[in-house]
């Protein structure tokens, strides 16, 4: 006897292994590995990473003195009379060599380590902001594949049964029931099933194409388990705003805009160099050594030093507001999200408690009527459409959810060091 297949999502990875071609004793991609293939090989973190290991060894000399400068020279050379351009013995002609070192400002050096240590500090934050955004997005993608799976999987359900309705139609056509036009529409809606199977394979590729830019050439492997059902609460994730991978960014660039301002400021102070110097004159005349100091005078603060000051002031304050305008938008893309969220909580539990429930009892009724020669096959199949059509419905609509949960988790959930 003709019977519907009930819902049964818990099979749906060996079932979509199956399509896949896979075999279940090979290994399988679960959501952990992943998100820790994404977060160990991704050129994108790798690229950020090599960032701060520049950044860091850009900061080793920062406060080094400059090198020293070799200085060579010829005093005294004359330029008329019988000697010139002569660097004979009879001349007071000197050759010198020696060497000279700079000494910048003590408040100058300070400043230039601290904007260092500062574009360290942004080179990591921009790490994890990236870290994070490929965690995010290869939990989507994995997400998507596993909700395009799953439906693929209930595919091979609804062809067993078009195929026990095909032999119902046939064995009540034998026995003088029905309309001869009957014969045609189990094959009808095969043609649908398969035009749907089609369009869910095509979204298999997209998905799988999009966490193979995460994770590489593991994307290909068949998956495995579930992705976390993130507990999402409005309270703690409202709480956790402060920490979203952009605005943790902004306490990085405060800092180095802030180093850079004192590093203006030590601009108003004098640097001062050192040189000593041989030099080397006829027997007659002696060696001499000569030593001498240099100091910066910084006496046009006005039209100088103050211009980079108020420059660095006034793109601080700009920070401030972009910091501000970040966290507004971040803000209303929180309650976005979380509007998005619960109406895909709430539309899941209605699709599965309520609608799927009357599809498949409207989908018996109309298979019961037809049977009982008060119904047509017509409704019978329109009926077993809706079925299709609000199964199907509960699979996207609980991915689409877990995709809105990984997005809040991922951008306000708690991260120590953006690991998976």
Do not use: C
């Amino acid at each position: 006897m003709f019977s519907l297949i009930p819902f049964q999502p818990g099979k749906r990875m060996v079932a979509a292994m199956l399509l896949a071609g896979f075999s279940t004793l090979g290994h399988a991609l679960t959501f952990d590995e992943a998100l820790r293939l994404a977060a160990a090989n991704a050129p994108q973190i790798k690229a950020r990473e090599a960032a701060v290991a520049a950044a860091q060894s850009d900061s080793l000399p920062a406060g080094e003195l400059p090198d020293p400068k070799l200085v060579l020279g010829v005093d005294n050379l004359p330029v008329s009379g019988p000697d010139r351009y002569s660097l004979s013995s009879e001349s007071m002609t000197m050759q010198r060599i020696g060497v000279m070192q700079e000494f910048p400002n003590g408040a100058k050096r300070k400043a230039r380590v601290a904007v260092a240590q500062s574009q360290v500090a942004v080179a990591e934050a921009q790490t994890r902001i990236t870290r994070l955004t490929v965690l995010r997005e290869a939990a989507i993608a994995w997400i998507a594949r596993a909700s395009v799976e799953q439906a693929l999987a209930r595919m091979d359900a609804l062809r067993a049964e078009n195929r026990l309705l095909d032999s119902a139609v046939k064995a009540m056509l034998a026995g003088g029931k029905g309309a001869p036009t009957d014969a045609v529409m189990p094959r009808q809606e095969a043609a649908l099933i398969e035009g749907r199977a089609d369009a869910l394979r095509a979204r298999r590729e997209q998905a799988m194409a999009a966490l193979r830019r995460w994770i590489g050439a593991a994307a290909e492997q068949p998956l495995q388990g579930a992705s976390p059902d993130w507990p999402i609460s409005r309270d703690v994730l409202a709480h956790s705003l402060h920490r979203h991978p952009e605005l943790t960014g902004f306490d990085a660039q405060e800092r180095r805009l802030d180093a850079e301002i004192g590093e203006a400021q030590a601009e108003k102070k004098p640097d001062w160099a050192l040189e000593l110097a041989y030099q080397k004159r006829a027997p007659r005349f002696g060696d001499m050594v000569s030593f001498q100091a240099s100091f910066d005078l910084p006496v046009f603060p006005g039209s100088r030093q103050d211009p980079k000051i108020a420059a660095k002031r006034a793109e601080r304050a700009g920070l401030d507001a972009e910091r501000e305008a970040t966290l507004r938008e971040h803000a209303a893309m929180l309650e976005s999200d979380l509007a998005e969220y619960r109406r895909l909580a709430n539309a899941v539990k209605r699709q599965r408690e309520v609608l799927l429930p009357l599809a498949d009892e409207k989908a018996a009724l109309a298979m019961a009527a037809w049977r009982g020669g008060k119904g047509s096959l017509a409704e019978v199949v329109a009926a077993r459409r809706e079925r299709i059509d609000a199964e199907l419905e509960a699979i996207e609509l609980d991915g689409q959810r877990r995709q809105v949960a990984a997005r809040l988790h991922y951008a306000y959930g708690d991260h120590p060091g953006a690991q998976p």
